[in-house]
Each structure stands twice: as C-alpha cells, then as structure tokens.
C-alpha cells in the first residue's frame, strides 16, 4: 500500500456544517468534504465526533478521486491541521473538544505531525488578518465577536449559544419573526404579514400549529435558522415588522463589535472589519446599517469587501505556518 504526504488539513467545524479540505503548500486544493454541524454544545459529543470524521472522510475520499483510480493509501502524513471548531469557548471547552477531535481522528488513516484546535472565529481571524490589527463578525446560524489589536491582545463579544445570546445571527432573527406572527395572531402587536411566510414554509396550516411546532420534535436551531431569509424577503416586500428585526439584528451585532473594539482600544486605530456569515454576506439591509453604524465607531478602520468564508480564514491560517516552518527550516 502506498504512503502519500498532503501539507495541510484545514477543518472549518462550525455551528451549522463542517468543511474539510486537503491542500497543498500554495493553498490548491486537493480535496474536500462536507458534514453537519460539529458544535458538541448543539448536538452533543457523539454526533459532533460522527460529523467532523465524515468531513475528514469526505475530503480524503474526495482526494483520493481527484487523483485517479490506485490502492488505498496505508497512511496519509498531514504536515499541519487547524481546526476551527464551534463551541470552544472556555478552557473546560477547550479539554472537551480537544478529546472529540483526537476521537474523530482515531480512525482514520491519517497522522498528523502537527495538530492546531482553536475557536472557529479566532482561527478565522488570524488567518484572514495573518496576524495584523483585525476584527471578526459572524453571524450566520449564530453569531459571535473576535478581535485582535496591534499588541496581539484578543477578545469577543457573544457567542454564548441559542439558549441565552447569538443575537443578531440567523436564528435570533427566525425566532423574533416567529414571535411577531404570533403576537399578531393574538392582536397584540404589530400587524405583519409575517405568519404568511413562515407557516408555508414549515408545511403547517396557521399559526396555532406554528405554536405546536415551537414546542415539537420537529423544532431545530438550525430550522429556525432558515427562516431569517424568510424575513429579508419580507422586508424587501415592505413588511415593516421584518424591517424592524432586521434592525434590530444589526443593532445586536453592533454592539457586539464596539464591545470588542473598545475593550481592545481600537476605536482611533486603523484595522480590518471582516464580516462573515449568512446573513452579513446575504442579507444587503442588516449588512448596510451595520456598516453605516461602524463607520461612526471607528473612522480608521477598513471593512474588508472580499466577502470570503471562513473556512479561508483557518486555511489561510494553515498555509502561513507551513510558509513559517519552511523559511525555518531553509534559513536553519
């Protein structure tokens, strides 16, 4: 059996999916897989180790394609994998997801030379920044604040789940929409054609099995989620309810970026804002008020327009410690 050699094994393990993908040191791309969501704080240890394996496997599989048909390899040597992984968030978190990620790996035929297992978010901004004065919205499914200052000192702002933060993110907007049908339905707030958006989309009848619903089985974070697109699509047909969560949203998200940029004393300084996540890169309204609010906070700073994802972020990340290691190694 073979042996092959891949520099690098970028793992953007987020709240909503995992993508993997194998590189080489010029940042081409070898292969890739996707899987669901490998936040253990969602779904639990079992299914977040089951998700980020089949993602490794989906790229491997994809590698292996990619390249022709030839026997399985014995072993596969990764010089560097950073994983970005959702929910790692405190140092009892770190201690957990570290043992998930060592039990996704166990497996398979790969070894790893060196291992690097950060926060999604901070993994995305160092790569996207390499290093420099920088700030990180996400807000997709959920939503978080990272930030890094020209001293290297680092902080965040939300990022504490579905239960009690996450505003301004996919799914905080779905369940404000979900809240304003049914205070409508009630004739207690605002009228809005909400309820005749989402009740459809959920395959019900009216807003009563809405309520149902809320409190079933079939009620998911990442199905709530959904239906924040649902809601820009009625702002843009005029529905003042959804123009008003939307900003709301945007007004969440704000805060979250001032907590970070004053806490970091950022505000008189030049950096990069990179915005990232469904709805900051989908949803044109929450994107341009936020942005509007910014440029008041912080006159200095330059919003990246390059839209990417994160997974560029944590590969980017990756391809500069390879650079790093191989300047040592010629220079040594």
Known sequence: MARLHIPLLAVDGG????????????????????????????????????ELRLGIQGAISDFMERNGPHEEPAE???????????????????????????????????????????????????????????????????????????????????????????????????????????RAYDGRGETTQLGGWIVPYLGLLDEEELFNWTYGPDYSVEKVGELSRLVSQAAAAGDEQAKHILALAAEELFQGIRAVVDRLGMKHKPFLLILQGGVLQNDSLVRQMLTRKFENLAPYARLDDARGEPIDGVTAMGLSLLNSASRREAEG
Not at 26 to 40: I, M
């Open 76 to 182: 596969i040597d990764i010089e560097s994998a950073v994983m970005g992984i959702a929910g790692l968030d405190t140092a009892y978190d770190r201690s957990i997801i570290v043992e998930l990620v060592h039990q996704a790996l166990e497996p398979l035929p790969i070894h790893i030379r060196k291992l690097i297992v950060e926060n999604d978010g901070f993994a995305a901004l160092a790569g996207a920044t390499d290093g420099s004065p920088g700030v990180l919205a996400i807000a997709g499914t959920g939503s978080i604040v990272f930030g890094i200052n020209e001293e290297g000192l680092t902080a965040r702002a939300g990022g504490w789940g579905h239960r009690v933060g996450d505003e301004g993110s996919g799914y905080w907007i779905g369940k404000q929409a979900i809240m304003a049908a049914l």
């Open 15 to 50: 709240g909503t999916k995992c993508l993997a993908v194998l590189m080489d040191t010029k940042g081409t791309l070898l292969g890739q897989g996707r899987a669901g969501s490998c936040n253990y704080q969602g779904v639990g240890k079992a299914a977040a180790i089951k």
